[in-house]
């Protein structure tokens, strides 16, 4: 296998590996393109990676955020401005 984000290995290579090849895939987060006859066929890759922090360190992280006060409103006009101009993306799968 190659880098961190595009190693290759064979088809038999990866049957005879399995369970170490997808270790490797979850602990280092590769993606790993499984080719025969030299032709890439199919790709092992993780999912994405979960949070570091739980639902309970995240509350406790934004309720240690100083409050906004007087400046909520100007903040809220500031962030309702940027999102006009940078209009959400479309579903790539669409």
């Known amino acids: 296998m ?3 984000r595009g190693a290759f290995m064979n088809v038999t ?3 005879k590996n399995f369970g ?3 270790n490797k895939v979850y602990a280092e987060g590769i993606s790993v393109d499984l080719e025969r006859d030299d032709k ?3 790709r092992l890759t993780p999912v994405e990676p979960g949070s570091p922090l739980t639902i309970g360190e995240l509350n406790a992280f934004l ?3 100083p409050s906004l006060g ?3 409103d ?5 962030v309702r401005a940027i999102r006009a101009e940078f209009p959400a993306e479309g579903n790539p799968w669409d």
Not at 74 to 78: A, E, G, I, V
């Open 2 to 4: 190659k880098g961190k």
């Open 13 to 15: 290579e990866a049957e």
């Open 20 to 22: 170490e090849l997808v």
């Open 40 to 42: 890439v066929i199919a």
């Open 63 to 65: 309720r240690g955020l």
């Open 70 to 72: 007087e400046d909520a």
């Open 74 to 78: 100007d903040f809220s006009q500031d």
